[in-house]
């Protein structure tokens, strides 16, 4: 199985989300991130999903800058692999894994490569010979309805339908815009809230976000 987690923005928890997954999903699975940037300024995310989740993890690319990856590398001149090449990487790996998480950067149109290509081209190719499922990490307020239902309508434009939509970061106490969103992002969308990651659960001791990924992912139904 080659299950995308794909965020509408940066920072709104994908990362966190894709290791409560991993653990969801159990033994067997491996966490890919095609390319990380911006190493060097922070720990790098495939280091946090390995910490929480104590999966396997892997990642094909890595730049120094806080950029979009093409941009990235454009700006120091290096070559990084086309989508082509981390679609060969992935059919690879899941021959031998029961699952294959991978985690976007960004949005579904950065751009992995300098040729064009995206991360839902990568989805897209990927899905033409194997089974691929979509999980859509948003935010919970405001802004959310507008950058949630284009990142729906763009999966769907390449016949990616999206499983469900997880809150990548849920704050404690919720104001009216977060109190209306939790119905109206399913309304806008047709896509159903399958899970929500407490804000801050990052920082818990693996042991313990082990044990509580199952209950923030309840909804989450494995196939």
Do not use: Y
């Amino acid at each position: 199985m080659i299950v995308f987690v794909v965020g509408t923005d940066t920072g709104v928890g994908k990362t966190v989300t894709t290791a409560a997954l991993a653990v969801r999903h159990g033994p067997g699975t491996i966490v890919v991130k095609p390319t990380q940037t911006g190493v060097g300024t922070d720990e790098p995310d495939i280091s946090v999903v390995r910490h929480l989740a104590g999966c396997e993890v892997a990642e094909f690319t890595r730049l120094e800058d806080p950029l979009a990856p093409d941009t990235a590398a454009r700006l120091r001149g290096v070559e990084i692999p086309t989508v082509g090449e981390h679609a060969a990487r992935i059919r690879e790996l899941a021959r031998s894994r029961d699952t294959v998480l991978v985690e976007g950067a960004g949005g579904v149109r950065v751009r992995l490569d300098t040729a064009g290509g995206t991360l839902l081209d990568l989805a897209a190719e990927l899905a033409e010979d194997h089974p691929v499922r979509t999980h859509v990490v948003t935010r919970i307020g405001l802004g959310t309805l507008n950058h949630t239902e284009l990142t729906v309508d763009a999966l769907r434009s390449r016949g990616l339908e999206p499983d469900g939509l997880v809150l990548g970061a849920l704050p404690p106490d919720l104001g009216q815009a977060e109190q209306c969103n939790r119905t109206e992002l399913l309304r806008v969308t047709g896509v159903p809230i399958v899970g929500a990651i407490p804000a801050g659960s990052g920082r818990l001791p693996p042991g313990l976000f082990r044990a509580r990924a199952a209950m923030w992912l309840n909804e989450l139904t494995p196939r």
